[in-house]
């Protein structure tokens, strides 16, 4: 089974600060894809950013990037000038059984922007 | 573009009552899924369903029956609520296979008394 490992429950940055979220998962897949979805108070889950696998570039969407680790499962999300609007709930999401797209979440890092 | 949408947004039930979480999507995407979020838990599935016609049993299927009506629409049955279905639930679909990104609705906040 897929497991998802989020070990900050809650983290804080101060606005225009940089701040990074970790994530780690295990997978027996070889090619496979990754995310980060945001969560905020709306409740409408967002997408962030998605990695691919077999691609070693990081992926960055503007403010966004990540720190993929292929052999050590790690899939770090770093956000850059950090902005009031960032504040949200972020869980990272490894995609297992690929072609069937079952997304396995992990439990979610709360993020308080500190003006 | 209304993207998913699900129905209703907020309910309250009493234990062994049912209902049913409706979901539609105008995306014309193939593979829907029903995910309940409950606090420090992060999102479980409860069913998926692949393409039109077919349904699968998700991390937590317990309790949930699952319909995919047609291409649009996969709804959610509760036969006989219990507290511990008192969870948010989140209806999303993705073009798939092979693309990843899942598009969420709002989510339905079902409280079951």
């Known amino acids: 089974a897929q497991t998802v490992t989020q070990s900050q429950p809650e983290m804080s940055v101060q606005e225009a600060e940089t701040v990074t979220l970790s994530c780690t998962y295990d997978t027996s897949e070889s090619d496979y894809y990754l995310f980060w979805y945001k969560q905020p108070p709306s409740r409408q889950m967002i997408l962030v950013i998605r990695q691919e696998a077999y691609k070693q570039q990081n992926a960055t969407e503007n403010r966004f990037s990540v720190n993929f680790q292929k052999a050590a499962k790690s899939f770090s999300l770093k956000i850059s000038d950090s902005q009031l609007g960032d504040a949200a709930m972020y869980f990272c999401?490894?995609?297992?059984?690929?072609?069937?797209?079952?997304?396995?979440f992990g439990t979610g890092t709360r993020l308080t922007i500190i003006p | 573009n209304a993207g998913v949408t699900q129905t209703p947004k907020f309910q309250v039930l009493k234990t062994g009552q049912s209902m049913t979480l409706q979901c539609a999507q105008d995306?014309?995407?193939?593979?829907m899924y029903w995910y309940r979020q409950d606090p420090g838990m992060g999102l479980r599935l409860i069913y998926y369903s692949a393409s039109e016609g077919t349904t699968d049993k998700g991390e937590v299927p317990n309790g949930y029956n699952v319909s995919r009506l047609n291409k649009r629409e996969f709804s959610l049955r509760l036969e006989s609520a219990a507290p511990s279905q008192t969870s948010v639930y989140f209806c999303?679909?993705?073009?798939?296979?092979?693309?990843?990104?899942?598009?969420f609705g709002e989510g339905s906040r079902l409280t079951v008394l």
């Open positions: 995306m014309n995407h193939n593979s």
């Open positions: 999303a679909s993705t073009e798939g296979p092979n693309t990843g990104e899942l598009f």
């Open positions: 999401a490894p995609l297992s059984n690929f072609g069937n797209e079952k997304l396995t």
